[in-house]
């Protein structure tokens, strides 16, 4: 009891917001505190919610070109802690957040300072650091992580204008999503966890050729095209990002197959960062040692390309990493499984999560091949990182009292 | 017709049967329709009676929906390719060719997650998300 009390008076101090709930249609996501306080001098109807969370969110960041909130990688995130991640309800239909009971997902292009129309006179694209308000991220992200609650303005995807804010509440793992969440180095101090996605360019334009083909307004020249005008700006703002994230997850085209260029095989590389305070690298077989594994054979009979793993440490840009390497794809249950019985430290809470993981999202893209995989193991890794943060927060407290 | 002379005043009283034909129709279009749409409406619908119904769905109203519709979308992503080739081919390395391309990107990436979202979203469904208490959309467990 003793220490409930002091814990309690800790928040109280520091990470309360007081409001009054005039957009309380957006609901509760979290477990907080709740104090009701009726107002009786002046206005009888008012109720002032005194909100406080522990101050125990766990931001994580995640740099991905062009699009955000509802990417794959997001839904097989938010999917691994439970619950299915929406947009916020009764609030701007073209908001681009995703709200599930314990994670909140926004998109960083809602820190455009330039909408559409402004980048256009500038000649500028969103990728440059002049059409963002890194100030405003940087205050917003810290108030959230210290357990306030924020009005995040909305950057409107389909008009191009930047629309009325919306209300976020802090909840127990906060993403931001976008092309610059590691740019700024206040942000990237907030940081407890960052990945990036990084998409080769063969492999990039072959998906977006899938993307687009099927747009009326869209030639191969227009999307070629397209590609090659973002370029200068992609490899000097977002490219350098990946030497500071924690976790990349590169994805080229495949070694297997001689001259594929359809991009439906694919190698990912996962890197991992080592001597990142709550995150141990999955490895093959012997941490620290370099392994080459082809796991189609006697037990297992795989179809062509077949499915071959690697896993060694490296360098990357000066850090120690331990990569781990996928490349080809998988056709049944039984080589996912088999896979996964394999891999250590992937920090699932039983024998087959990552399969069940897989298999309940079976239609989305990359879930037969090293994509999804990998997407899981990170949600997993994220998952073990958020418990191991909150119950090293919940020990200080009690050394506290205890002394 | 009937035409009487009372003293220099002339009353001339014609039935009124054919015209109220016509006046008890009309109500309903003014029901149902703006009035400065008034004249424009009326009178085709009247010369047009078919066209009533599928407009209203035999007496229903229809509502149209009001979010931006893939088709929307279709016509920007268009539109922005075009702006950006007139862009670039005036000077492909400006600042504007990049952030008209930019552009491009960005709208064919709104009109992806638009086709995914329309995809799988069933109309009775999303209704029932945000009104669980009608009487559609109740659900019983015995």
């Known amino acids: 009891m003793a220490v409930s009390t002091v814990h309690t008076v800790q928040s109280l101090s520091s990470t309360c917001s007081i409001s009054n709930p005039t957009k309380s249609h957006l609901g509760f996501n979290q477990k907080q505190l709740v104090f009701f306080k009726k107002t009786t001098t002046t206005t009888r109807r008012a109720t002032t919610v005194i909100t406080c969370s522990a101050g125990d969110t766990v931001v994580i960041g995640l740099a991905a070109d062009s699009g955000c909130g509802k990417s794959t990688f997001m839904r097989r995130l938010t999917s691994v802690f439970g619950g299915a991640a929406e947009p916020p309800k009764g609030g701007n239909p073209d908001s681009n957040t995703l709200i599930s009971d314990t994670t909140t997902v926004i998109c960083l292009d809602d820190y455009h300072s330039l909408d559409r129309t402004g980048r256009k006179e500038k000649g500028v694209t969103a990728l440059d650091p002049r059409a963002n308000n890194f100030d405003l991220m940087y205050e917003q992200v810290k108030a959230i992580k210290s357990g306030v609650a924020v009005e995040k303005p909305i950057y409107n995807h389909v008009t191009g204008l930047i629309d009325p804010p919306e209300l976020i509440k802090p909840p127990k793992i906060f993403v931001i999503e976008g092309l610059h969440p590691m740019y700024d180095a206040r942000v990237r101090e907030l940081l407890d966890f960052s990945i990036y996605l990084d998409i080769s360019n063969e492999v990039k334009f072959a998906w977006k050729i899938q993307r687009d083909m099927a747009e009326r307004g869209h030639s191969l020249e227009s999307i070629k095209a397209s590609i090659e005008a973002r370029k200068p700006d992609f490899d000097a703002y977002i490219d350098p990002q990946k030497q500071y994230a924690d976790a990349v997850i590169e994805v080229l085209p495949t070694e297997l197959i001689p001259d594929d260029n359809e991009g439906k095989v694919l190698r990912v590389r996962l890197i991992m960062k080592e001597g990142v305070k709550y995150f141990n690298p999955v490895y093959l077989f012997d941490e620290g040692s370099t392994i080459s594994w082809i796991p189609c054979g006697r037990k297992l009979t795989c179809s062509y390309p077949g499915i071959k793993f690697s896993y060694g440490p490296e360098t990357y840009f000066g850090h120690e990493v331990s990569v781990l390497e996928m490349d080809g794809q998988f056709d049944r249950l039984d080589e996912l499984i088999y896979i996964e019985s394999h891999l250590s430290s992937i920090s699932t809470k039983f024998y087959g999560e990552v399969t069940q993981q897989m298999l309940k999202h079976a239609d989305f893209p990359g879930s037969n091949n090293g994509t999804g995989l990998f997407q899981t193991i990170v949600g997993l890794k994220i998952r073990d990182l958020y418990e191991q943060i909150v119950a090293s927060k919940s020990g200080a407290p009690l050394e506290a009292t205890k002394t | ?142």
């Open chain 2, 1 to 142: 017709m009937h035409i009487t002379a009372l003293g220099t005043t002339l009353h001339i009283t014609i039935p009124m049967a054919g015209v109220a034909g016509v006046i008890i129709t009309t109500p309903q279009v003014l029901a149902l329709e703006s009035p400065r749409k008034l004249q424009s409406v009326k009178f085709s619908l009247l010369n047009n009676p078919w066209k009533r119904c599928t407009k209203f769905g035999w007496g229903r109203m229809y509502v149209h929906p009001v979010a931006a519709t893939p088709e929307g979308i279709s016509e920007k992503v268009a539109e922005s390719v075009k702006k950006a080739e007139e862009a670039c081919s005036e000077n492909p390395v400006a600042g504007e060719c990049a952030a008209a391309w930019d552009e491009v990107e960005e709208l064919s990436a709104a009109a992806s997650h638009a086709r995914d979202k329309k995809k799988d979203s069933d109309p009775l469904e999303d209704y029932c998300k945000e009104n669980p208490e009608t009487d559609e959309c109740r659900t019983y467990d015995n």
